[in-house]
DNA sequence: TGCGCTTAAAGTCAAAATGACACTAAGATA
DNA sequence: TATCTTAGTGTCATTTTGACTTTAAGCGCA
């Protein structure tokens, strides 16, 4: 009963989708939290935009599984990478045959902003602002804005943010990253206390030149394993 | 490349596993996290315990699942079920072929004492305090101590801890839940203070009779949909 | 050279939340 | 009636949080 293997022919198949998060400027140069998506190119949703994702290979963990999709879509690598849930909704996919049941095991990963500007795009890859989707395939809207749930609820206390910069950053840059991801604008100065107070950063002793202001410290992620939870 | 379905014959088998929490007195009455476990009767890992669970239907919900096993297993509804994560390492089941690949998605759910209390029991479903497990079958060990995290911590912020409760409960039956689930003891009066502020329980206007000191309020849980987050 | 602009970085203050603890209320028991 | 026990209320100091002020240190420009 337990574990036990079943007939194939009744099985669902197991696919493993990605969102991936990146930060990018919008038209005003403001940060935006972003994400690839893939056009599809058959029925069901032919033409609509969709998660990049695929069958889970036998040979491959299922974080294995979403670091090559990322990959394939992307060319990237992750910053960080953490499953989100399992969808497996009989109505996932309307009107389509029980045969063809696709439970979905979603992972929800963080890449650099700089490296995600040099990304793959293509007529059936592009980036789109995640507040601002089309309509997409399957229950990927759902999936997005879960995700997105996600990434703003463990922002609040686990050493994510870091995910989307490079190896030093100044704490405006780090703040910058939460004002975006959040929505909202924070105070400088009681950011500065929270980031100091949880220790999620040290200073590097350089310090960013070239501003037209005061030259700010330049910081770094403190030393904690970052990947998936589990 | 997104959704598709993929040769059956490589394809990695789908279960559902169920974490299933209540609480119960131990030999001085004090309440104890507890769960059911199921004896194997099949390799590998025959003759030991683990998690109730079985392969998806193709017809169900992995949620539906979840509760059918629940039932199977133990004659009870859940009080609360949520999905806590699919396990889907390669090495989950050490010397097993490729080809009996099992990925699981577990679900965690909690069922009241009293009826917990009725519960089916048999020589090979038996009861255990969460924190005196033997050794499990497959990562069933680690699945636990994983879900009994996500127990601790959503209780801190989630409406779930009257779950165990029946319909109306004392503020000190309340926090023997949460004392009995957290590990350790709560300050009476500040307890109280929380409970109210959150808006989590409304009195009944009723009073518990029968005690040998000042009857106190019953309460009921305010009314919030719960189960499953998504 | 020095003035104004901008952001860095440190500091202030009141309100809210938290933890420890004291005190009164109201039943049962003897 | 006195005592025991838990219910329920209240107090106080500490910590946390949000809003805001002040000083530091660069740059650009007159």
New interface residues.
């Given amino acids: 009963?337990?574990?036990?293997?079943?007939s194939?022919?009744?099985?669902?198949?197991?696919?493993v989708?990605t969102v991936i998060f990146t930060l990018r400027p919008d038209a005003e140069g403001k940060l935006k939290v972003t994400l690839p998506l893939?056009r599809?190119i058959?029925a069901p949703f032919d033409g609509q935009w969709?998660?990049?994702?695929?069958?889970?290979?036998?040979?491959?963990?299922?974080s294995q599984a979403a670091s090559r999709n990322l990959l394939e879509t992307t060319g990237l690598e992750p910053r960080y990478l953490e499953?989100l849930?399992?969808?497996?909704?009989?109505d996932r996919?309307p009107g389509s045959n029980?045969?063809?049941?696709?439970?979905?095991?979603v992972y929800w990963a963080l890449v650099g902003s700089d490296e995600a500007a040099a990304a793959i795009e293509s007529e059936n890859i592009r980036w789109f602002e995640a507040d601002q989707l089309p309509q997409l395939?399957?229950d990927h809207n759902q999936i997005v804005d879960?995700a997105l749930g996600r990434l703003r609820n463990k922002l609040a206390y686990a050493r994510i943010a870091h995910s989307f910069l490079a190896e030093t950053f100044t704490l405006a840059q780090l703040r910058e990253v939460y004002e975006a991801v959040l929505g909202r604008e924070l105070d400088p100065g009681n950011f500065r206390r929270m980031v100091e107070g949880d220790g999620i950063v040290e200073p590097t002793g350089e310090r960013l030149a070239g501003t037209r202001h005061r030259p700010p410290q330049l910081y770094r992620a403190t030393n904690t394993a970052t990947g998936e939870t589990?």
């Fill in positions: 009963m337990t574990e036990s293997t079943q194939a022919l009744v099985a669902p198949n197991l696919a989708s893939v599809r058959r969709a998660l990049p994702g695929g069958p889970l290979n036998i040979t491959e963990d299922l499953q849930y399992a969808f497996g909704s009989l996919s029980l045969a063809d049941r696709v439970v979905s095991v395939a399957f879960y589990k």
